[in-house]
């Protein structure tokens, strides 16, 4: 039965040849789009480099305070994690460092634009980094406030040019000299809590806001990091019971809140309780989605509906053999499927060339995009949801056609 | 076989009411070729639409086989065609995309059958109608009266008691019109199957058992 429905949907397909082409420029266009938004948003969210521990951590990247008609939000002070949250009794150590920021460089009058952060010595033993070369600076170092650096290798291969071995170097960012000590795999900029091109002991920020700035918000980032994922709970729980203790610090606010969640909660944190970040990217990601395949899925409506009723003779003549119209459904729905499943595998091939493109135009630092199994997936899933959409109104319309108006159709 | 009792068709539109069928009461008896006869438009064909339960009366019964057909479902319908039915069309209606083979197999495709099993009653089917060496044909590929066999062997490869042929030599020469009816006729004679054909050719309808002749709806004979 499959055999001969898969002939006939060939044959169709084969008949009507620009109608094909509309069609399965619609799915695989569509297809190609939704791949790579998927390939983007798995990158994003599933790449667990360096944090690979993500399933007994937490993360602190915003603190709000609120008042009548006032609202102010940004991430953490050093003091706040170093002081108030290092206090809580279950995590085993927590990783601090600060977002990263921009400066340039010279190497032989070659501009080079460079992104560093600081951090503290636990913020190596939370995160499982690459080590190409060296190792990462140690408490006594960050309490020295030696200047030293760990690097990425993009950075090492930037400022330093195609050499094997760069620890011991010297590497000027912002007009100050560290020396190399060890060169990291690359992050993706879109991990923007871990990514930087240079990272440095937090001691040695010449801005000094980790000693002055005792207030909660500042500009740096907590992971807190639980013995076993048991903990995540109570460690969620302590930290809750920490923010409901802290007073606001002006009169104009009357709440402090801030939450130590999982990576993707704290990734789409926007700080403001009564609208959850989760819920307001799904929503995006969803009426984006739904925009993208409607327009689509009415015209493959369409052009359906006009193939169908093409073949009149063959419904009529299938029903007098025989066929009931669920099956005739049934019949139409796995042919629009093959279609669509047709188009699905040339949007495949077209997502990997718009993605080859993306990677090669570096367009975001260190983000390598593939389409791996989850996409291809969540491709499949996309194409089959396509193929019945389109597919169960025109086969509805074309089984409810009377036998003897098909037959005289012809 | 077949028992027809005062069936009626009316067409109604917004504006005009026409009446197809006039009370037509009509006695199949199971191994009768039957003909049915009259001028265009005189309701031939919707009389054979009804018996084959492609089409329902406005008022009448119609048992086939003994079995009252009027309550039966989309489903049960279909179902009941298929097993009991074959039908032969004047303009063919063969599946243009589909090899010869593959349009003998369509009615199997809707019983419980094995590819293997469906490919040797088609092919048995074509050798019936002289077409063995036309399976892997497209019918496009075939005279008027080869598509009018494959039409014939798709009817029979079911073996249904029973075989509707609207005008089935309608649109073929004498020559053609004659081997198409030859085969009906032996299909008749060896296998005893009822067939009831709807025809303009009087040559045609004199080879048959028995002759009706409608007119404006009415059986006048």
């Known amino acids: 039965m499959l055999k001969n429905y898969l002939k006939i949907a060939i044959a169709v397909l084969r008949r009507r040849k620009f109608f094909t082409f509309i069609s399965l420029f619609g799915i695989s266009f569509t297809l190609t789009i939704l791949l790579v938004l998927t390939a983007f948003i798995d990158k994003v969210v599933g790449d667990n480099y360096p944090d690979k521990k993500r399933d007994r951590s937490l993360y602190i990247s915003r603190i709000s305070q609120t008042g009548k008609n006032t609202m102010s939000s940004s991430p953490p002070s050093f003091y706040f994690l170093d002081h108030y949250v290092r206090a809580i009794k279950t995590p085993i150590t927590i990783a601090i460092s600060s977002g990263f920021s921009g400066t340039n460089t010279y190497v032989n009058n070659k501009k080079i634009a460079v992104n560093y952060k600081f951090t503290n010595a636990e913020y190596w033993d939370v995160l499982d980094y690459d080590f190409l070369e060296g190792k990462a600076f140690n408490k006594q170092q960050v309490a020295n406030s030696d200047k030293v650096a760990v690097i990425s290798a993009d950075m090492k291969k930037e400022y330093f040019g195609d050499v094997p071995n760069v620890v011991g170097q010297y590497i000027e960012a912002d007009n100050v000299k560290y020396r190399v000590i060890g060169v990291v795999q690359n992050v993706p900029i879109t991990s923007y809590m871990t990514y930087s091109d240079i990272y440095l002991p937090y001691t040695v920020?010449?801005?000094?806001?980790?000693?002055?700035?005792?207030?909660?918000?500042?500009?740096?980032?907590?992971?807190?990091?639980?013995?076993?994922?048991?903990?995540?709970?109570?460690?969620?729980?302590?930290?809750?019971?920490?923010?409901?203790?802290?007073?606001?610090?002006?009169?104009?606010?009357?709440?402090?809140?801030?939450?130590?969640?999982?990576?993707?909660?704290?990734?789409?944190?926007?700080?403001?309780?009564?609208?959850?970040?989760?819920?307001?990217?799904?929503?995006?990601?969803?009426?984006?989605?739904?925009?993208?395949?409607?327009?689509?899925?009415?015209?493959?409506?369409?052009?359906?509906?006009?193939?169908?009723?093409?073949?009149?003779?063959?419904?009529?003549?299938?029903?007098?053999?025989?066929?009931?119209?669920?099956?005739?459904?049934?019949?139409?729905?796995?042919?629009?499927?093959?279609l669509t499943l047709l188009g699905g595998a040339i949007g495949v091939i077209l997502s990997v060339i718009v993605l080859q493109i993306i990677n090669s135009a570096h367009l975001i630092a260190n983000l390598e995009l593939t389409v791996n199994f989850t996409v291809l997936f969540i491709g499949l899933l996309v194409c089959l949801v396509f193929g019945l959409i389109s597919g169960v109104y025109p086969a509805w319309r074309m089984s409810k056609l009377n036998v003897v108006t098909a037959l005289k159709a012809q | 076989?077949?028992?027809?009792?005062?069936?009626?068709?009316?067409?109604?539109?917004?504006?005009?009411?026409?009446?197809?069928?006039?009370?037509?009461?009509?006695?199949?008896?199971?191994?009768?070729?039957?003909?049915?006869?009259?001028?265009?438009?005189?309701?031939?064909?919707?009389?054979?639409?009804?018996?084959?339960?492609?089409?329902?009366?406005?008022?009448?019964?119609?048992?086939?086989?003994?079995?009252?057909?009027?309550?039966?479902?989309?489903?049960?319908?279909?179902?009941?065609?298929?097993?009991?039915?074959?039908?032969?069309?004047?303009?063919?209606?063969?599946?243009?995309?589909?090899?010869?083979?593959?349009?003998?197999?369509?009615?199997?495709?809707?019983?419980?059958?094995?590819?293997?099993?469906?490919?040797?009653?088609?092919?048995?089917?074509?050798?019936?109608?002289?077409?063995?060496?036309?399976?892997?044909?497209?019918?496009?590929?075939?005279?008027?009266?080869?598509?009018?066999?494959?039409?014939i062997a798709r009817a029979i490869v079911g073996q249904p008691e029973i075989i509707l042929a609207d005008e089935p030599t309608g649109n073929l020469d004498s020559a053609m019109g004659n081997e198409i009816m030859d085969i009906l006729l032996q299909l008749n004679k060896n296998d005893g199957t009822t067939i009831v054909m709807v025809t303009h050719d009087e040559n045609m309808a004199h080879k048959t058992h028995r002759l009706v002749r409608l007119f404006d709806g009415s059986q006048v004979q």
């Open chain 1, 205 to 338: 920020a010449k801005d000094g806001g980790y000693k002055s700035n005792k207030g909660y918000q500042g500009g740096y980032y907590g992971i807190l990091l639980a013995n076993s994922k048991d903990d995540i709970d109570k460690i969620h729980d302590e930290y809750e019971q920490l923010i409901k203790r802290l007073p606001p610090e002006q009169k104009m606010f009357d709440k402090v809140s801030s939450h130590a969640d999982t990576y993707i909660r704290s990734y789409v944190d926007t700080g403001d309780d009564r609208h959850s970040g989760v819920f307001i990217v799904i929503t995006a990601i969803s009426i984006f989605a739904f925009i993208l395949m409607i327009l689509p899925t009415l015209n493959l409506v369409n052009i359906n509906i006009t193939r169908i009723m093409e073949r009149s003779s063959e419904i009529g003549v299938r029903k007098a053999f025989g066929a009931s119209s669920s099956t005739l459904v049934y019949q139409f729905i796995v042919e629009n499927i093959i």
């Open chain 2, 1 to 151: 076989m077949i028992r027809l009792q005062n069936i009626e068709k009316v067409y109604r539109t917004d504006t005009v009411e026409t009446l197809a069928l006039n009370k037509v009461s009509l006695e199949i008896a199971k191994g009768e070729f039957l003909s049915i006869m009259g001028p265009s438009g005189c309701g031939k064909s919707t009389l054979l639409n009804i018996m084959g339960l492609l089409d329902e009366p406005s008022k009448g019964d119609v048992k086939i086989d003994n079995q009252k057909t009027d309550n039966l479902s989309d489903k049960q319908l279909a179902q009941f065609r298929n097993k009991k039915i074959g039908f032969i069309f004047q303009s063919y209606h063969l599946i243009n995309d589909l090899q010869v083979l593959d349009n003998v197999e369509l009615p199997l495709l809707y019983r419980s059958t094995t590819a293997k099993e469906r490919r040797q009653l088609a092919t048995e089917a074509l050798a019936k109608v002289g077409l063995s060496n036309r399976v892997k044909h497209f019918p496009s590929q075939l005279s008027g009266g080869q598509k009018q066999r494959v039409a």
